[in-house]
């Protein structure tokens, strides 16, 4: 039992000596530190970048949609059998041209029962009229022949215009799709016969965050490329949405495209650069000296040999740079490399970059 005892008293007394120099030693080596440095500690190396204003042309690079300038789906508006049709799925129509006929057969027969009591009335009109100046009826006799007669009338007009809706006609020129009825089909107001579009001009529709809005204007050019093309093709913009989108907060625009050699489809989706007022005091920063936050982005300048943390505003960016609208001026030292490592008020050693 003595020698147990003795084991961890011995045990305890090493401990002991152990924690005491670990103490001691943590102790000299800060001493060693405040004489070496005076407390402060060491500066971190780093790159930065005095800022300059320049001259920037900035652009927004946006997401857009290519639309036909004019496209409807064809219809017949009365009901009955197709009698002919009068064009080739895929080929060019113009303005005027007759699409399809619906057989009309029922309606001329309308027509002419209806042309007959026309000129029955007619003569019925001008007979009481002959009457009611000898005063051989009234006046109330006169208007009732007078109503039959206008009635009539009224009824041979609209199947004429029955009539005319058995012809269809083109009411653009531009180019038909697909057909979907053979000759024979019975067709109604419901049923698709093609689609007819102008691709002579197409429009682009596209949206732009609302701080922007106050820069647009109409017959403001902007340039475009499509999937599968490294062609820039040019438009113009030519209507402005009023209002801006709630739920977005976005300004919705419209610009028109010339498509004569027939390059740009309808449904294709568009890349946009939209050229914005030209800025000739712009801050730019390197890409790599933001750092983005919670609640936004912040950047490190240098004060006094120390690393201070900004919160910045952004606008546009190019390959390498960005664009700083709100935090920085001329003149401020921006770290660009080593950032992530730092803090507020960390102590800095800058190099400066030409």
Same mark, same amino acid.
């Given at each position: 039992?003595?020698?147990?005892?003795?084991?961890?008293?011995?045990?305890?007394?090493?401990?002991?000596?152990?924690?005491?120099?670990?103490i001691s030693e943590n102790k000299s080596?800060?001493?060693?530190?405040?004489?070496?440095?005076?407390?402060?500690?060491?500066?971190?190396?780093?790159?930065?970048?005095?800022?300059?204003?320049?001259?920037?042309?900035? $652009?927004?690079?946006?997401?857009?949609?290519?639309?036909? $300038?004019?496209?409807?789906?064809?219809?017949?508006?009365?009901?009955?059998?197709?009698?002919?049709?009068?064009?080739?799925?895929?080929?060019?129509?113009?303005?005027?041209?007759?699409?399809? +006929?619906?057989?009309?057969?029922?309606?001329?027969?309308?027509?002419?029962?209806?042309?007959?009591?026309?000129?029955?009335?007619?003569?019925?009109?001008?007979?009481?009229?002959?009457?009611?100046?000898?005063?051989?009826?009234?006046?109330?006799?006169?208007?009732i022949a007078s109503a039959d007669f206008?009635?009539?009338?009224?009824?041979?007009?609209?199947?004429?215009?029955?009539?005319? +809706?058995?012809?269809?006609?083109?009411?653009?020129?531009?180019?038909?799709?697909?057909?979907?009825?053979?000759?024979?089909?019975?067709?109604?107001?419901?049923?698709?016969?093609? +689609?007819?579009?102008?691709?002579?001009?197409?429009?682009?529709?596209?949206?732009?965050?609302?701080?922007?809005?106050?820069?647009?204007?109409?017959?403001?050019?902007?340039?475009?490329?499509?999937?599968?093309?490294?062609?820039?093709?040019?438009?113009?913009?030519?209507?402005?949405?009023?209002?801006?989108?709630?739920?977005?907060?976005?300004?919705?625009?419209?610009?028109?495209?010339?498509?004569?050699?027939?390059?740009?489809?309808?449904?294709?989706?568009?890349?946009?650069?939209?050229?914005?007022?030209?800025?000739?005091?712009?801050?730019?920063?390197?890409?790599?000296?933001?750092?983005?936050?919670?609640?936004?982005?912040?950047?490190?300048?240098?004060?006094?040999?120390?690393?201070?943390?900004?919160?910045?505003?952004?606008?546009?960016?190019?390959?390498?740079?960005?664009?700083?609208?709100?935090?920085?001026?001329?003149?401020?030292?921006?770290?660009?490399?080593?950032?992530?490592?730092?803090?507020?008020?960390?102590?800095?050693?800058?190099?400066?970059?030409?």
């Amino acid at each position: 039992m003595k020698i147990k005892y003795i084991v961890y008293t011995l045990l305890i007394l090493g401990i002991g000596a152990f924690v005491a120099y670990r103490i001691s030693e943590n102790k000299s080596e800060k001493a060693k530190n405040e004489n070496n440095g005076g407390g402060k500690k060491q500066p971190i190396n780093v790159s930065g970048k005095v800022l300059k204003p320049q001259e920037f042309a900035d $652009n927004l690079s946006l997401s857009g949609s290519l639309e036909a $300038n004019e496209q409807i789906d064809i219809r017949s508006e009365v009901s009955g059998i197709v009698e002919s049709i009068n064009f080739k799925e895929g080929s060019s129509v113009t303005k005027g041209q007759i699409l399809f +006929k619906v057989n009309d057969m029922e309606l001329r027969a309308q027509l002419a029962q209806v042309k007959t009591a026309q000129n029955l009335s007619s003569e019925n009109e001008r007979r009481a009229k002959l009457l009611l100046q000898k005063e051989a009826i009234s006046q109330e006799e006169y208007d009732i022949a007078s109503a039959d007669f206008l009635s009539a009338k009224a009824q041979a007009q609209l199947i004429q215009a029955q009539l005319a +809706k058995a012809t269809v006609r083109a009411p653009f020129s531009g180019k038909i799709g697909l057909r979907y009825i053979s000759q024979g089909t019975y067709v109604t107001p419901t049923t698709l016969i093609a +689609k007819l579009v102008n691709t002579n001009q197409l429009k682009i529709t596209f949206s732009i965050p609302e701080k922007y809005a106050s820069q647009m204007k109409v017959n403001n050019t902007l340039s475009f490329t499509v999937a599968g093309s490294k062609e820039v093709f040019t438009a113009k913009i030519y209507a402005i949405e009023p209002e801006i989108e709630v739920a977005t907060r976005t300004l919705k625009l419209r610009a028109i495209a010339q498509n004569y050699e027939g390059k740009l489809l309808p449904g294709t989706f568009a890349n946009v650069t939209l050229p914005l007022e030209k800025r000739t005091d712009a801050l730019l920063v390197p890409t790599e000296a933001l750092i983005p936050i919670q609640n936004g982005k912040k950047i490190f300048v240098v004060e006094n040999g120390q690393a201070k943390e900004i919160i910045v505003e952004t606008g546009a960016r190019t390959d390498k740079d960005i664009l700083i609208t709100s935090g920085l001026k001329a003149g401020d030292t921006v770290l660009t490399s080593g950032v992530m490592t730092l803090k507020d008020g960390s102590p800095v050693k800058v190099k400066l970059q030409k």
